[in-house]
């Protein structure tokens, strides 16, 4: 039987639509959403399939956990600190949080934070329990204590777990929230966004299931990095398998780089913002230079964790040859664990969201989301 699918699509988005529904006709998804924004307003906003294995239906309102999707909202957080003149990028982590500068890291800055450029890209001893994820001032302080792997600011390593508690530690030494506090009330309230970095337990009921690829992070093969590569320590130290948004600990805990829990409708409205100069339907993130922040290279090269090609910007993966997201220069995206993907591309003002709950084993994106966006560019380019 054909998927039914359910929302709303401009004529000239036909091909996303199509792409979408293709996923599901070729076995690839249980449920998901797709969004596209164009100038801050919905010209897709779609979503199919079943929410768990009982066979519930994906409604509007469902939402899932995005993992590392999350990192583009925590991202913005401090980009919002930084135009404000709150915050400097380039400025020592120390400088707001003292006891940071131990074991050689006073120069480390909050852009090498936002870069994955940091050298603390894994726990260091590695996190004798998982439960540690849901106890903040064990994990600063851990990470305070430790000794980059590798001289910050010469080559990114991919921050999976740690980048949300080293910016979550900064964003509360400098206004006394905690990031999920500060995202709530200033950029998904503000918003309407129904996204949340710590979900309250009154929107269990609405949370779809994921379903998890074969191998968990850090969980080794004989294909994985040698056990003292960057990449192995980085997945060894907090190992996670994909189970853990079943539980309440997980959905509750502020785990800012991997445990934002949304849909695609509310990615596409927050970062619409971004993609029109800070500013949607009267509501200010931040001025068109703060927004143009994201677009300053902060690194270039192989990635000691993806071992891939990456070219990084304050908080946000920049157009590189090796990953080219965009055909427009100035756009941005991440994505996470599983398959979620965002992006943002200021020249077209327009951003493209996808959300599912069948999780593929790729770190970086995978053949959903990147034919959805393909297919978005296309339309765009039509329009």
């Avoid at 590695?126 to 204590?145: G, I, N, Q, V």
């Avoid at 337990?201 to 992070?217: K, N, Q, T, W």
């Avoid at 980085?234 to 445990?259: C, D, N, Y």
């Avoid at 849909?263 to 970062?271: E, K």
Wanted: proline share 6%.
């Amino acid at each position: 039987m054909p998927i039914e699918i359910h929302g709303t699509c401009k004529p000239e988005f036909s091909a996303v639509r199509e792409a979408f529904e293709r996923n599901f006709e070729q076995g690839l998804e249980r449920g998901a959403s797709v969004a596209i924004t164009k100038d801050g307003e919905f010209v897709v906003d779609l979503w199919a399939g079943e929410a768990d294995s009982a066979g519930r239906a994906w409604e509007r309102d469902t939402i899932v956990n995005v993992y590392s999707t999350t990192k583009t909202m925590a991202a913005i957080c401090i980009l919002m600190l930084a135009d404000r003149n709150e915050l400097d990028l380039a400025a020592p982590v120390a400088r707001y949080w003292p006891e940071f500068a131990q074991q050689g890291k006073e120069a480390i800055t909050v852009s090498h934070v936002m870069s994955h450029s940091a050298g603390l890209s894994g726990f260091d001893p590695p996190l004798e329990s998982l439960d540690l994820l849901y106890d903040w001032d064990a994990c600063a302080e851990r990470l305070a204590a430790q000794t980059p792997w590798w001289e910050p600011g010469t080559v990114s390593g991919y921050h999976a777990i740690t980048q949300g508690y080293l910016q979550g530690e900064i964003l509360r030494r400098v206004t006394g929230d905690t990031l999920g506090q500060f995202f709530r009330r200033e950029v998904a309230e503000p918003l309407g966004a129904d996204f949340y970095i710590g979900l309250p337990a009154s929107e269990d009921a609405r949370v779809a299931d994921l379903i998890p690829p074969a191998l968990g992070l850090g969980e080794v093969t004989e294909d994985s990095p040698t056990a003292d590569s960057v990449a192995e320590r980085t997945m060894a130290s907090a190992p996670i398998t994909g189970h853990e948004p079943l539980t309440r600990e997980w959905r509750g805990a502020e785990i800012p780089a991997a445990g934002g829990t949304g849909n695609a409708r509310s990615v596409g409205r927050i970062h619409s913002a971004l993609a029109c100069g800070g500013t949607v339907d009267g509501v200010k993130l931040m001025s068109e230079a703060g927004v143009a922040r994201i677009l300053e290279e902060q690194i270039r090269g192989t990635d000691l964790v993806m071992g891939t090609p990456l070219v990084f910007g304050n908080g946000f993966g920049l157009n590189n040859p090796a990953a080219p997201i965009s055909p427009n220069p100035r756009a941005f995206f991440w994505g996470g664990w599983g398959g979620s993907l965002a992006v943002t591309d200021l020249d077209a003002r327009a951003t493209i969201s996808y959300v599912m709950n069948r999780m593929e084993a790729d770190l970086l994106g995978d053949p959903r989301g990147a034919g959805v966006a393909a297919a978005a560019f296309a339309s765009l380019a039509n329009a």
